[in-house]
């Protein structure tokens, strides 16, 4: 660990998704739809159009039955730190408006809405897909306006739209804090609505700098590792898993590399520090 | 047939003819009009593109005409900065064809954003950082100059001509014209450039992802240089497209052939300088992000190794020595097919710099990703060429854009 | 683009960015209205000069 403060006032808010865990039920995807009020369209079929803050893939080793095997991938915004861990994330750094930003004392990647212009350029230049567009007007089915979310806005057609991180949860969880005369807010105050819907609870959530919360242990094990790692992207999310075939399909190797040449994925954020 | 309004000394075909020919562009442009306000008014779902596809056919088209347009800055600086006086034979018409090719650049930009009415979000809120930043301010301030360079030329028609003030302002423009050409290629230097690191400085995009030099990644200079190498050899394949419509001889051939020859320079070395960088990013950059060069070439059903050969070799570097070769500028055939090549070169440069970027997948589970573009992509994208065909058939017909055609067209 | 907006800092980047930008538009600037200054100046003085001769 090199500048990887302990403890520090700046949280570096991450997850770790335990693919061991993960039966691909989709309650995460549920419970962010709900809490964000990420709109739908009646014909999703086309999922490049579809609006989803986190989407599940299914992947599978390849192999015939009866060997067959399949992980389901929970994917949410990684919520980069940026080449140098300095907060220029793929997006942020192009966004020709400033409508996205990376809130320092928390790491989390923003968007503003009424900012975004919708030209796509963060679209263009993060490499997990991880940024949608409002291709439409979000239409909500009768009644279903009474059950949105007042703590997040709805978003107009045109901008683009991503995780969170559910942030408000986080704004929510520090004025409360506040109100209450603490400083620091509990791990369990501050959760985003995937974490919570997860029934295998295979998503943990806390600070990754903060030696007391789940996450810190959990992303410094040896199973832990990172979408497009060698991209050096410095993603937030870890992923955990015992299968080898499951790691090969994170990153991209040339022949006769294996990602057990690859450092662990926390040593390797530090090495790009 | 002649007017008053018509240039002195030249020949001109008869109103009713003129009439037809535009009402036929005309339709061509409506279409596309229609399609423009679709777009505008129902938003971006009208398009093929995806959550893959950002970036799809107008971010190709407004590369390509602004790789195409720099004819304008480059004509102007080998005529008001460097002393080619040939070239004053010939720099109207680059201006005219720039003025073109960036109004169609904007007009594609300002449908391509979701929020159009933000738009100017870009410019207040400017995060100096982004490439598409300095993209946006220089392309709109070199309008601006193309647009001033661009008036002297229609104050000289006859009509307008004989208004004292205009006269004197279409003379005093043309006195500070090199002031205004030399801010032109300053501009021109970095919105092309930033063109280029639009995609190059993607980091989490190997394939178009660029070390480079300082803030600007490699394709910053490539995108100038080769804009600068091509944009002539547009200029001049409009030219003799508009003398084969008119049929008549508007800019003699050492005028085509002095061009060809620094462009053909010009594009030998921004080859040597591609093929470097091509070779460096494979080896090198993307290999070290885990790709192998076949990776970005194979199991898709469009982008082959084909389109790199096609694009460094067949239209890259069989260009350049036609056009730096003495026999090859002077045979007619061969120097417009190679200024033809070099135009759909970087046309492909330009195409696999935005659609390519986009259809390789990164996550090993991922396959490549298709798109096809809507009618209305089309037709907005053809919109600008009708558009650009009216505006060149009025410059021809009511302005003296060429100071040659008396000349070579004695008989009118 | 101007230092009372919000995103304005004053940092190098902001200030060889805008510099340049506005460097270029005070020369465009300058260039049009001298053009226009002289034209109408040339406009009045040869006007003047052809009522002269009435």
């Known amino acids: 660990m090199t500048k990887q403060a302990q403890h520090t006032k700046t949280k570096r808010y991450g997850m770790v998704i335990d693919l061991d865990r993960c039966t691909g039920c989709g309650a995460c995807m549920v419970g962010c739809y709900a809490e964000n009020n990420v709109p739908f369209r009646k014909d999703e079929t086309d999922k490049m159009l579809s609006l989803n803050w986190l989407r599940v893939f299914k992947v599978d080793n390849g192999k015939p039955f009866p060997d067959t095997e399949v992980c389901y991938i929970p994917k949410p915004c990684m919520q980069c730190d940026g080449r140098h861990m300095e907060g220029h994330s793929p997006c942020v750094s192009v966004c020709p408006a400033v409508a996205t930003d990376y809130d320092e004392p928390t790491g989390v990647v923003s968007q503003i809405y009424t900012r975004c212009f919708g030209c796509r350029y963060c679209m263009a230049a993060c490499p997990y897909h991880a940024r949608k567009f409002n291709w439409w007007d979000p239409v909500w089915p009768a009644d279903m306006e009474k059950y949105l979310n007042p703590d997040v806005s709805v978003r107009m057609r045109g901008v683009v739209e991503k995780c969170s991180f559910c942030y408000h949860r986080y704004q929510k969880a520090r004025d409360k804090a506040y109100v209450e005369g603490r400083d620091e807010i509990a791990e369990n105050e501050y959760q985003p609505a995937c974490a919570e819907a997860c029934p295998t609870r295979a998503i943990t959530f806390g600070d990754l700098h903060n030696p007391e919360h789940e996450v810190y242990e959990l992303s410094r094990s040896k199973k832990a590792f990172r979408l497009l790692e060698k991209l050096n992207t410095n993603p937030k999310v870890y992923y955990l898993t015992s299968k080898s075939w499951v790691r090969r399909k994170a990153d991209n190797y040339l022949e006769g590399e294996s990602p057990a040449d690859r450092k662990p994925a926390h040593k390797a954020e530090t090495a790009s520090h | ?412 | 683009m101007f230092p009372f907006i919000f995103e304005w800092a004053w940092d190098i980047a902001h200030l060889v960015f805008m510099g340049a930008l506005w460097y270029a538009l005070s020369i465009i600037g300058a260039g049009l209205t001298y053009c226009i200054i002289k034209s109408l100046y040339d406009t009045a003085t040869q006007e003047g000069g052809d009522s002269a001769h009435h």
């Not at chain 2, 093929?48 to 407004?62: E, K, Q």
């Not at chain 2, 073109?100 to 809120?125: K, N, V």
Request: with cysteine; charged share 10%.
């Open chain 2, 1 to 412: 047939m002649t007017t008053p309004a018509i240039p002195e000394g030249v020949k001109r075909c008869s109103t009713r003819k003129f009439a037809i020919w535009l009402a036929v562009v005309g339709a061509v442009l409506l279409w596309g009009v229609y399609a423009m306000f679709l777009v505008w008014y129902k938003g971006l779902n009208q398009t093929g593109m995806n959550d893959a596809y950002g970036f799809a056919l107008w971010i190709w088209a407004d590369l390509a005409v602004i790789a195409l347009g720099g004819g304008a800055f480059f004509s102007g600086f080998l005529t008001y900065i460097i002393g080619k006086k040939e070239l004053k034979n010939i720099i109207n018409y680059a201006v005219i064809i720039g003025f073109i090719c960036y109004s169609s650049a904007l007009l594609i930009l300002a449908l391509d954003i979701g929020q159009p009415l933000r738009g100017w979000f870009i410019f207040w809120h400017a995060n100096v950082h982004s490439m598409l930043t300095e993209v946006a301010f220089c392309l709109s301030v070199y309008f601006g100059v193309l647009t001033i360079e661009f008036i002297p030329v229609v104050l000289e028609n006859p009509k307008l001509d004989r208004v004292p003030f205009l006269h004197h302002l279409s003379h005093n423009l043309h006195e500070v014209m090199a002031v205004f050409a030399a801010t032109g290629v300053f501009l021109s230097f970095f919105h092309q450039g930033s063109l280029g690191g639009v995609a190059g400085v993607l980091y989490g995009r190997p394939f178009s992802f660029r070390e480079g030099l300082l803030i600007w990644p490699w394709t910053f200079f490539l995108f100038t240089w080769s804009a600068a190498a091509v944009g002539p050899c547009f200029t001049v394949m409009v030219t003799w497209l508009t003398e084969k419509v008119t049929g008549k001889k508007l800019v003699k051939q050492e005028v085509f052939q002095l061009l060809g020859k620094i462009s053909g320079w010009m594009l030998l070395t921004y080859m040597i300088a591609k093929i470097a960088d091509t070779w460096y990013w494979a080896v090198v950059t993307a290999p070290s992000k885990g790709f192998a060069l076949m990776d970005f070439y194979t199991n898709n059903p469009v982008y082959g190794i084909w389109i790199l050969i096609a694009e460094l070799v067949v239209c890259g570097l069989v260009p350049a020595f036609i056009l730096i070769s003495r026999k090859g500028r002077e045979n007619n055939t061969l120097l417009l097919t190679a200024m033809i090549l070099a135009v759909i070169g970087i046309c492909i440069n330009r195409w696999v710099m935005v659609l390519q970027v986009m259809a390789a997948p990164l996550l090993p589970f991922q396959e490549w990703y298709m798109y096809m573009p809507t009618w209305q992509e089309v037709a907005t994208t053809i919109l600008p060429v009708a558009y650009g065909i009216i505006l060149i058939s009025l410059a021809h017909r009511y302005l003296p854009v060429f100071p040659q055609e008396k000349e070579l067209n004695p008989g009118n």
